[in-house]
């Protein structure tokens, strides 16, 4: 397998070559990031006009999410280990409209940077009071929050001593199919953004600063947990605001 | 500034598939049909963790505003599913076919691929083979070459359709960007 050094002049090399024209999303072909090779499009995506079902995105109601679901501390008979945290956050529109009433879902590691997976093989421990899964319902204002405990990093193969920086995955939809998203949140002043692939997909640093929560005292709360917020901006509807299904 | 997206990685499968996800409609139940296929990589290898999320109109080509998806009561038709590849990267969903939104139309499914590997996520149709007229008039298809344009046409077997996702190769599937976004 590379060293990192290989890894790290590869993402500088792609960088410097999209300096000044690197977009909002990551690149699908991105050597770098390994499992990419095979796995990324080759051909441009073809242009497509959002027909009908397409300015539409799947409802999902109070039968579909427990209250519980947002809590990932309150799902075993114990209290899981790590630091007990808040995040919370906005998701709106490209036009700045919330999106209300909308399913958001999250899952990570646990302190220790290990997933309740079977495909996850790092040596660290599991923790018998934390899944790592959660489920909410935004609310009217578009804000979603979860009670969970801070992930820890973890390594993976993609290279020799390749370690993800800590990060909550989180999948999101908007008010329409094509703004469906799925993506990771991170915390501030990671020591390993600079070394992961995966976040230097994006090849845009005020893009992909995007993904980084902020640290915020007015959600930390006394004797109890700290607390980030991540806001998460969609793009534009293509709902006109009378359109009817 | 739009927040990017980022794989969703090896570890989803614990977190995102749930009990009764890609059933739209439970199997074998009148009218149903299995929408099904293989995601394959640029070497025609199976990628056995990917994602596929379905969309899609009644088959009257109304949009669904029904929640329960989630925890499916048997008998909502919600319009969306969700389903992950198996170790043969198959996946497979029983639900009913849409109907044309608008007349004259051609009726599609609106997919969406993940997988590790995929920095972010692709966007497709899954066009129904049956109307000629209409595929033959639908804006999206009639700007592709007639090779490109057959990856998006599901082909009928004994039970319904199949479509295959091709990530790379000559029969790469057409994915889709739309204003604003890949
Ligand atoms: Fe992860």
């Known amino acids: 397998m590379e060293k990192q050094a290989a890894i790290s002049a590869e993402i500088a090399t792609i960088e410097a070559a999209d300096a000044g024209t690197g977009t909002a999303q990551p690149r699908l072909d991105y050597p770098p990031y390994r499992s990419t090779l095979l796995r990324h499009p080759t051909k441009d995506p073809h242009h497509a006009d959002p027909e009908t079902i397409e300015r539409w995105a799947p409802c999902f109601g109070h039968q579909d999410v427990g209250e519980l679901e947002a809590d990932l501390t309150v799902q075993h008979a114990g209290v899981p280990i790590g630091e007990r945290m808040v995040v919370t956050g906005r998701v709106t529109d490209g036009d700045g409209r919330p999106v209300a009433h909308q399913l958001v879902e999250i899952w990570q590691a ?18 018998p009071n934390f899944t790592g899964v959660g489920r909410c319902l935004t609310d009217a204002d578009g804000t979603y929050r979860f009670v969970t405990v801070k992930p820890g990093p973890y390594p993976w193969r993609n290279h020799l001593n390749a370690w993800r920086p800590a990060h909550i995955h989180f999948s999101v939809f908007g008010t329409a199919f094509t703004q469906r998203l799925i993506t990771q949140m991170y915390f501030p002043g990671d020591p390993l953004f600079a070394l992961d692939p995966i976040y230097q997909s994006i090849t845009d640093p005020r893009a992909r600063e ?22 998460i901006v969609l793009t534009g509807s293509h709902q006109t605001p009378l359109e009817q299904p | ?40 990589d640029g070497n025609g290898d199976p990628v056995p963790d990917a994602l596929l999320e379905l969309w899609q109109a009644d088959p009257d080509g109304r949009v669904v505003r029904a929640g329960g998806s989630l925890r499916r009561d048997g008998w909502t038709f919600t319009g969306w599913g969700r389903a992950a590849t198996d170790a043969a990267g198959h996946y497979s969903f029983a639900t009913l076919p849409p109907g044309p939104t608008e007349p004259g139309r051609a009726p599609f499914f609106a997919l969406t691929v993940f997988a590790r590997g995929l920095t972010d996520r692709l966007c497709t149709r899954a066009y129904l083979p049956g109307d000629p007229a209409a595929l033959a008039a639908d804006p999206l298809l009639s700007g592709l070459p007639a090779e490109r344009r057959a990856t998006l046409i599901a082909t009928p077997d004994d039970r319904g359709l199949v479509f295959d996702v091709r990530l790379q190769g000559a029969r790469e599937t057409v994915f889709l960007s739309f204003p604003g976004r890949r």
């Open chain 1, 210 to 231: 995007r993904l980084v929560a902020a640290y915020d005292h007015d959600v930390t709360s006394p004797e109890w947990s700290t607390g980030y917020r991540w806001d």
């Open chain 2, 1 to 40: 500034m739009t927040t990017p997206g980022q794989t969703v990685g090896p570890f989803f499968h614990y977190a995102l598939p749930y009990p009764r996800g890609a059933e739209l409609v439970p199997p074998g139940s009148p009218g149903a049909i299995r929408l099904h296929g293989h995601v394959v």
């Open chain 1, 110 to 127: 646990n302190a220790s940077g290990r997933y309740l997976h079977k495909r996850d093989q790092h040596p660290a421990p599991l923790d």
